[in-house]
């Protein structure tokens, strides 16, 4: 077009190119078109700047949105609700959402209203946050003004409650919609499942199940995958492998995530050729096994007692083309600890720094306890020193077995003041905590 001269590119044509380039994720081509715009005489629109701040927001690339959104008004181009939606929303993925609430009130004393996507980013936001009772305030103000909350509105609402452990206000909330006739999806009933299988409620998550069902609604993996999980985590290993089954039958098929939690079900609860067999049957579905598969077939063999095997398929994951995390060495270092290996754990401590994996506070944590729980009490002194100096504290658990070793006089003594110069508030009346909340498997 533009080297035939006859037909030049108009706004709408340089607003479709940079469209594209944003949907493909390449902004900065996006800003190159909107720089050579600036150059010609066909001058950039607020459409234009729109759709590359929003582009920046998504990708959390938000100095330079707010860089060009500051270089749009100087050049006289007013922002509009789209604009400042797109803002609140880069912000809000950054957790800042009393600055998101600041823009808000600008665009306010700009006559520029809301609409119901600017509430709904909001709402979504703060109840990310446990403040339901702030997004509460949110909705009243949309209804004040008019704007009628939607199913996502709803949605963001009853994943707020279901944060916070609240199921029956959830369930309120999941029935107001309902009652308003607003298109109640597979989503919807995924939030409501994922709120009752994290507070172990299974039954009412079942129920669920069988309602979306009735109401012919095709539950999706997410569905199964919760579900699953939630099974496996109150020990039902039989239901969790029933579902595996009927969401095949439903033509939904398993995915790498699904395969991942029943392998970890079903090691933790000690049925470890039963997991072995599900993963030579994904093997078979040509499916490819990451380093969570490995990681959680690592920690069944470590807790069957079968270190040996796990060393094994520890050291040849670099021939699968994989390389072990922190959460692979840790669980690696726990199998070695609980083993006795301890100076094989120690090696594999320096080994993950070597190749550019450091450790972190619970590699640091499940090692000490380790050698604590060996005797290896002349070179715990040492590890307690580097956790602290990387910046890292002992947790409850830690903390108990260190103490007491100090009252025993096993360990040196400064250790307790240094623990504490790096904001480790020692409490003993508080240290008898549940152990399990601690426990390496849950890292």
């Known amino acids: 077009m533009i080297a035939g001269g006859n037909c030049q590119p108009s706004v709408v044509t340089y607003g479709t190119l940079v469209k594209g380039f944003c949907m493909k994720g390449n902004n900065s081509a996006a800003i190159q078109l909107l720089r050579k715009m600036e150059e010609g005489a066909c001058k950039p629109d607020l459409v234009v700047y729109n759709t590359i701040i929003n582009s920046l927001c998504k990708d959390k690339l938000l100095d330079d949105a707010l860089n060009l959104f500051s ?75 008019g704007i009628e909350p939607d199913t996502v509105t709803y949605s963001s609402l009853m994943d707020g409650y279901c944060l916070r452990g609240e199921m029956s206000k959830a ?150 083309g994989l390389q072990p995390n922190v959460r692979t060495y840790t669980i690696m270092t726990n199998g070695l600890c609980i083993g006795g290996r301890t100076s094989e754990a120690e090696k594999l401590l320096t080994e993950m720094e070597d190749k550019g994996c450091p450790p972190d506070d619970c590699m640091y944590n499940v090692i000490i306890r380790g050698f604590i729980n060996n005797n290896e009490t002349v070179r715990v002194t040492g590890l307690i020193q580097q956790m602290v100096e990387k910046g890292f504290s002992a947790d409850a658990w830690t903390t108990e077995l260190i103490v007491d070793l100090l009252g025993k006089d096993k360990v040196d003594p400064a250790l307790l003041p240094l623990m504490q110069k790096e904001n480790y508030e020692l409490n003993l009346p508080q240290l008898k905590l549940n152990r399990s909340s601690d426990h390496p498997n849950k890292h």
């Open 171 to 320: 369930r309120k909330v999941f029935k107001l919609m309902l009652s308003k006739g607003l298109m109640v999806d597979v989503i919807c009933y995924n939030a409501l499942i994922n709120g009752y299988c994290k507070h172990k409620m299974m039954d009412e998550a079942m129920r669920l199940l069988r309602e979306m069902t009735r109401k012919g609604l095709v539950p999706n993996n997410v569905t199964y995958n919760t579900l699953v999980d939630g099974c496996c985590k109150v020990g039902k290993l039989g239901d969790a492998q029933q579902l595996f089954s009927e969401m095949q039958a439903c033509c939904q098929l398993p995915d790498v995530q699904t395969y991942a939690i029943l392998l970890d079900g079903l090691c933790k609860n000690q049925q470890l050729s039963t997991a072995i067999q599900l993963f030579k049957e994904m093997e078979g579905k040509k499916l490819d096994a990451d380093i969570v598969i490995y990681s959680i077939l690592i920690e069944g063999l470590c807790l069957a007692g079968k270190i040996e095997s796990a060393m094994v398929l520890f050291h040849g994951l670099s021939s699968r």
């Open 71 to 145: 270089e749009m008004m100087c050049k006289g181009i007013a922002p509009n609700v789209i604009t400042y939606t797109s803002l609140i929303h880069g912000i809000c993925k950054l957790g800042e959402w009393k600055e998101a609430v600041r823009l808000l009130n600008e665009m306010v004393s700009k006559n520029i209203f809301p609409d119901v996507c600017t509430f709904n980013v909001l709402v979504d936001t703060i109840c990310k946050e446990g403040m339901v009772l702030e997004a509460e305030g949110v909705v009243e103000m949309m209804i004040q003004r």
